[in-house]
Every structure is written in C-alpha cells, then in structure tokens.
C-alpha cells in the first residue's frame, strides 16, 4: 500500500477501503490536475522570492511538476485512490521523481487553500469557455434574424396567438436572453478573482510569503483578505453554478419550442434529421429527441444548484470535508450546459422553417384584433375598454361568417359603428399589424432591424 503523505502519524491504522471509497475525490478532482501544477508552480516561485527554499531547490521542483504534468496529458500515470486527491497524488508523483525536496513545497500552504484556488482557476477558464459557446449561439440567432428578416410569426400569450410579430424579433428575444447570462459570468467571474493561496488550513502562515507576488502569477486581482473566507466561501461556485443552470432554463424553453414548433399541428419547423430519431415501431415518426433531452438536462442542472446550497446551509467557518462534493456538482452542470448549447446551435443552424404555415397560424387567429381597438380608439374617440367591447363583437360576427378580420367588408364593418372608414382596412393586415408597431423595442421592421445592428455592435 502506498503511503498517503497526509495521513497523521497519530492514525496508526490504515483506512478501511469502504473509506476509501467515499473519502477519496481523485476520480473527480483529477481533472483539476493542470490548475493544480499551476498553484504549485506559482507557490514555488513565492517561496523562492522569499527565500524560504533556495532557488536550487525551487527550480527542482518546477521542472518536476512541469514533467509530470506533461506524462498526465499523454496519460502515463494512474492516480491512486489511496492518496485521496489530485493534490496529494501530485505531490506523491513529484516525491518518486525528485527525492524529499518534494516534501518542501507544500510549506506555507494548506490543501484548503490549494484546492479552492485550483477551483477559482478552473471556474474562471470555465466561464470563458462558455461565453464562447454562448456567442456562437447568439451569433447563430442574429444570423436567422437577418436571414428571415420578411417572415411573419405568430406571437403567443397563454399558449394562443396573441398578436403577429416579426420571426427575426422572436428570434432576437433569445438573444438578449443570452446576453444576459453573459453579463452575470462576467460579474462572476470579476468577484472570484481574488487569490486564496498563501491562506493555508484557515490563519494564514508565520512565513513570511508574498501574497500579492502569488495573486498576480496566478492571474487574480489580488490576494483575498481574510484567511478564513478563504478557505470557507464557496459563493463563487454557487454563483457560477447558478449562471449555468439559467442557461439550463433558457435552453429548455427554446427546446421546448422546437418541440412545439416540429409537431405536425404547428407544422411551423422541419427538423433536421441528424438531431431527431425515429421511432422503433412507428416509420412515420420524427421525434426531437435532442431538443426533449435538452431539456431534461436543465433539470438536473437545477438540482445540483439546490445540492450546493443545501451542502453548504449547514457549514461553519472553517473547511469541512462536505465541500469536496462541490466539484463533482460543477463538473456535471459544467459538462452538461457545455453539451447542451452546442446541440441547440446546431439545431438554430439547422431547422427549416415553414414560413407559410406561420402566416396562415396568425390569419387564422384573428391576431390584428388588437390593433382594430386602437384604432377605434384613436380615430373615434373610444375609450379602450369600449374599443374592446366592440372589436370583441366583430370578432365574433368574423367568425360566424367563417372570415378572418382583413377579409371584412367596410359595409360589413360599418354594421357596429356608421364612423367606421375605408382607413381602417389598413390596419388589419398582419404585415400592417407589425408596421405600427413603432415603439422603442417593438416588432415594427425598422425596430427589429435596429435591434440586429445594435446585436452585431454590442453583443457579438
């Protein structure tokens, strides 16, 4: 049995192996392994810059990690379950290569500080990561709402056609939905930017380290302030799983408006093959397999979120071995929201869209009644809730004559209200409908258009 470099000497015997399996996080934190020989080496660094190792040693040290850290990449070294975790596994790897000067590095440290700085590390390139994915989705979205700039959608409230929009507007909500997701990483990722390392278990260290030295080779801001905050916060990692699980809950809604879209009533979308199946019995069957498993996924991405915050209710100041579970949380909601918004820019890229049938939804559904009530209102001075009133019976007479709005007569209109002129025939058209829609954020065409250039400018 491998000897674990941590174990206390007053612990004479050796962890049961039903310990082991729970005790040991290597399985999990072993993808911190890169983070991890960065702490090290920028650790190191600080204890030669204040001459608590000699640069001989240092260098030793240095070269060591960077060679292991390399067999790790070309997978020449299997990690121990016995020494518990990356950290204490690396520094066991660099004790085979080096000798006892090894056992010089984890001077001034503790693994409470190391851990948490390897994981402000990995979060912080993690968030950049899906920023990335992020404005490739966002840029896909701009993309269709300049392709599809003419297409007419029906725009819904309470799951019934409410009103006629433009497709490209519907299209660039999610942009700005995105956008925001964004905006809460880059306040996530600002906050987490401060340094733990030098902290140690909780007190701080007697060495006499450098901690701003430390902060800057690492890439953080500064040093954090209090030794035992630390260690002990884990509100980065709450935040940062928070973000992805939003992102989870954005992407289940457009998953599930494929699924809406795609099915035969709708008949709004045609999905591309490559991301639906079929089924096993039933050859006419096209099922939006991805877009349903997306949106499972933001389930389980909200459940982790709710682990992290139960786990960490309960803890007192200090570490307490209950926060290792924290990364096996992030992993699986990082992997997840990662997949997930590749699988809904494919789709973005890939679905065809049946702008006839959008139309024909909309002018089947008296969608421009709104419209025939402002303009009662503005032309013939009704009150809207009268304007309502009366357009609500029009509505009616429409449909039983089995006609939609535009196709009424003026001699027809007239019936409700002699006032009625030949101007309003203009405005109960769905295009129409979209042109008067004017207002700052609106879904008239010169808004929309605004907003796909602002997108570009601001956004992308």
Same mark, same amino acid.
């Given at each position: 049995?491998?000897?674990?470099?941590?174990?206390?000497?007053?612990?004479?015997?050796?962890?049961?192996?039903?310990?082991?399996?729970?005790?040991?996080? #290597?399985?999990?934190?072993?993808?911190?392994?890169?983070?991890?020989?960065?702490?090290?080496?920028?650790?190191?660094?600080?204890?030669?810059?204040?001459?608590?190792?000699?640069?001989?040693?240092?260098?030793?040290?240095?070269?060591? @990690?960077?060679?292991?850290?390399?067999?790790?990449?070309? +997978?020449?070294?299997? *990690?121990?379950?016995?020494?518990? /975790? %990356?950290?204490?596994? =690396?520094?066991?790897?660099?004790?085979?290569?080096?000798?006892?000067?090894?056992?010089?590095?984890?001077?001034?440290?503790?693994?409470?500080?190391?851990?948490?700085?390897?994981?402000?590390?990995?979060?912080?390139?993690?968030?950049?990561?899906?920023?990335?994915?992020?404005? @490739?989705?966002?840029?896909? *979205?701009?993309?269709?709402?300049?392709?599809?700039?003419?297409? #007419?959608?029906?725009? &819904?409230?309470?799951?019934? =056609?409410?009103?006629?929009?433009?497709?490209?507007?519907?299209?660039?909500?999610?942009?700005?939905? !995105?956008?925001?997701?964004?905006?809460?990483?880059?306040?996530?990722?600002?906050?987490?930017?401060?340094?733990?390392?030098?902290?140690?278990? $909780?007190?701080?260290?007697?060495?006499?380290?450098?901690?701003?030295?430390?902060?800057?080779?690492?890439? *953080?801001?500064?040093?954090?302030?209090?030794?035992?905050?630390?260690?002990? /916060?884990?509100? !980065?990692? =709450?935040?940062?799983?928070?973000?992805?699980?939003?992102?989870?809950?954005?992407?289940?809604? $457009?998953?599930?408006?494929?699924?809406?879209?795609?099915?035969?009533?709708?008949?709004?979308?045609?999905?591309?093959?490559?991301?639906?199946?079929?089924?096993?019995?039933?050859?006419?069957?096209?099922?939006?397999?991805?877009?349903? @498993?997306?949106?499972?996924?933001?389930?389980?991405?909200?459940?982790?979120?709710?682990?992290?915050?139960?786990?960490?209710?309960?803890?007192?100041?200090?570490?307490?071995?209950?926060?290792?579970?924290?990364?096996?949380?992030?992993?699986?909601?990082?992997?997840? %929201?990662? =997949?997930?918004?590749?699988?809904?820019?494919?789709? #973005?890229?890939?679905?065809? !869209?049946?702008?006839?049938?959008?139309?024909?939804?909309?002018?089947?559904?008296?969608?421009?009644?709104?419209?025939?009530?402002?303009?009662?209102?503005?032309? $013939?001075? &009704?009150?809207?809730?009268?304007?309502?009133?009366?357009?609500?019976?029009?509505?009616?007479?429409?449909?039983?004559?089995?006609?939609?709005?535009?196709?009424?007569?003026?001699?027809?209109?007239?019936?409700?209200?002699?006032?009625?002129?030949?101007?309003?025939?203009?405005?109960?058209?769905?295009?129409?409908?979209?042109?008067?829609?004017?207002? *700052?954020?609106?879904?008239?065409?010169?808004?929309?258009?605004?907003?796909? +250039?602002?997108?570009?400018?601001?956004? $992308?």
């Amino acid at each position: 049995m491998k000897k674990n470099p941590a174990r206390n000497v007053h612990l004479k015997v050796a962890t049961s192996n039903l310990l082991d399996s729970i005790n040991s996080s #290597i399985n999990i934190d072993k993808r911190l392994y890169k983070e991890d020989i960065e702490g090290s080496i920028a650790h190191c660094k600080t204890l030669m810059k204040s001459k608590i190792i000699n640069l001989k040693d240092g260098k030793l040290i240095i070269k060591g @990690l960077l060679e292991i850290e390399r067999e790790i990449e070309k +997978q020449k070294i299997k *990690f121990d379950i016995k020494l518990e /975790d %990356i950290h204490m596994n =690396i520094e066991s790897i660099l004790h085979k290569k080096i000798g006892k000067v090894a056992g010089k590095l984890h001077t001034a440290r503790s693994r409470n500080d190391q851990v948490v700085t390897d994981f402000r590390i990995w979060i912080r390139e993690s968030i950049d990561q899906i920023n990335k994915e992020l404005k @490739l989705l966002k840029q896909t *979205f701009v993309e269709l709402a300049e392709k599809n700039f003419e297409a #007419i959608f029906p725009g &819904y409230t309470h799951m019934q =056609i409410a009103q006629p929009v433009k497709f490209s507007h519907h299209m660039l909500a999610y942009v700005e939905m !995105f956008h925001r997701d964004g905006l809460r990483f880059y306040e996530t990722r600002k906050r987490l930017n401060e340094c733990p390392l030098g902290a140690a278990a $909780l007190a701080g260290t007697s060495f006499p380290i450098d901690r701003e030295y430390t902060a800057k080779e690492l890439g *953080f801001d500064s040093p954090m302030r209090n030794s035992m905050d630390a260690v002990s /916060d884990r509100d !980065f990692v =709450i935040e940062f799983i928070f973000v992805l699980s939003l992102i989870g809950v954005h992407l289940s809604r $457009l998953a599930e408006e494929i699924i809406l879209w795609s099915n035969p009533n709708y008949n709004f979308i045609k999905l591309p093959d490559d991301l639906a199946t079929g089924s096993s019995i039933m050859p006419q069957k096209k099922n939006p397999d991805g877009a349903e @498993l997306v949106r499972s996924q933001a389930a389980i991405c909200i459940g982790n979120l709710n682990s992290l915050l139960v786990i960490m209710k309960g803890l007192p100041l200090g570490y307490s071995k209950d926060l290792q579970e924290d990364k096996k949380l992030i992993f699986n909601s990082y992997d997840t %929201i990662k =997949i997930t918004l590749e699988v809904m820019t494919e789709f #973005i890229k890939k679905i065809k !869209f049946n702008k006839m049938q959008m139309k024909k939804a909309i002018d089947k559904s008296y969608a421009t009644a709104t419209d025939l009530a402002n303009w009662l209102v503005r032309n $013939l001075n &009704y009150t809207f809730r009268d304007a309502y009133t009366l357009t609500g019976k029009i509505v009616e007479y429409a449909i039983s004559k089995n006609k939609i709005l535009e196709e009424l007569s003026i001699i027809e209109l007239k019936k409700f209200d002699k006032r009625i002129s030949k101007t309003v025939l203009k405005i109960l058209s769905s295009s129409n409908s979209m042109k008067n829609k004017t207002s *700052f954020g609106g879904t008239s065409p010169e808004s929309v258009n605004k907003s796909i +250039q602002y997108a570009i400018k601001k956004y $992308l």
